[in-house]
């Protein structure tokens, strides 16, 4: 069973009987839509398993705290647009469906990598940071502009 912990009017947060916490929308959304910006609450010079990368050097606690409950997916249905500061939507999304973003689009390098349980058929399996992606996946996702920035540097050093 799960309750509501969490959220406002476009987004729940939900936790089961494990402890097992995550954000679903409460309204339809559609393709490039914002579900909602944020800020932050305090910002780091490293990251830790609850900061989001908004720089080569800043990680940021999540403000509205709820939005950190936005869990990992290959098959990411929003993007963390760390310029804008919004969260946007990458496809159409019903309400109760849960709200997942790819978390190598804004991080480097995580502070606890993860063997990813996503269940999707794009599952990349290992979740590490998008210094450890290889170049299909590279191609396959959208990144903020820190982490192309990042790609490019190691891209002219190898060159």
């Not at 936790?15 to 305090?42: I, K, Q, W």
């Not at 869990?71 to 647009?81: E, I, L, R, T, Y």
């Not at 191609?139 to 060159?159: G, T």
Request: aromatic share 8%.
């Amino acid at each position: 069973m799960e309750i509501r912990v969490a959220g406002d009017a476009r987004i729940d947060v939900l936790r089961n009987d494990d402890g097992y916490s995550r954000a679903v929308a409460t309204v339809a959304l559609a393709e490039g839509e914002v579900l909602a910006p944020f800020g932050a609450r305090e910002t780091l010079s490293t990251p830790n398993y609850l900061t989001v990368q908004t720089g080569p050097d800043t990680h940021i606690l999540l403000s509205p705290e709820h939005l950190q409950y936005i869990n990992h997916s290959c098959d990411p249905n929003v993007f963390f647009d760390t310029t804008r500061m919004e969260i946007i939507a990458l496809r159409a999304i019903t309400p109760g469906e849960e709200v997942q973003f790819f978390y190598p689009s804004t991080e480097w390098t995580m502070d606890r990598a993860f063997d990813c349980l996503c269940g999707s058929s794009a599952c990349l399996g290992r979740i590490a940071g998008a210094d450890q992606l290889d170049a299909d996946a590279l191609e396959r996702y959208a990144f903020n502009q820190h982490i192309l920035d990042r790609l490019a540097e190691r891209l002219a050093e190898a060159a």
